[in-house]
């Protein structure tokens, strides 16, 4: 047997050295996250934030618990709902889902 048929199988088998192709994939499972996750919960979480800083007195909102009013006073924080006649809840601002087109509530009783 000469030296190079024992050598060639053993630096064949040799692994090879990391490399780019080793950080590729989390590079691109990270951008793929990204895009398919961060991105749209970050547009999302704005869209809501623009809706809030746009209530008015007399808009027709419907909070995340599924209540139905209109806005009769705005503070920092909080916002007064009037559910019926001479009814008022207090409310977080953040907890409020939508902002319903006029009329709505009115059509609904």
């Known amino acids: 047997m000469n030296l190079m048929a024992i050598l060639l199988p053993v630096a064949q088998a040799a ?5 780019m192709g080793t950080f590729l994939l989390p590079i691109a499972l990270i951008a793929v996250m990204y895009f398919l996750m961060i991105r749209p919960q ?3 979480q704005k869209e809501h934030k623009a809706m809030l800083d746009k209530i008015s007195k007399g ?3 419907l909070t995340s618990g599924g209540i139905a009013g209109v806005v009769t006073d ?3 924080n909080f916002v007064t709902v009037e559910v019926a006649d001479n009814v008022r809840i207090r ?3 953040g907890s409020i889902g939508n902002v319903l087109p006029k009329g709505t509530l009115k059509s609904a009783a």
């Not at 692994?15 to 490399?19: F, L, M, R």
């Open 74 to 76: 705005i503070g920092d």
């Open 42 to 44: 970050m547009k999302r």
């Open 59 to 61: 808009d027709e909102v």
């Open 91 to 93: 409310v977080q601002k």
């Open 15 to 19: 692994p090879a050295a990391p490399g």
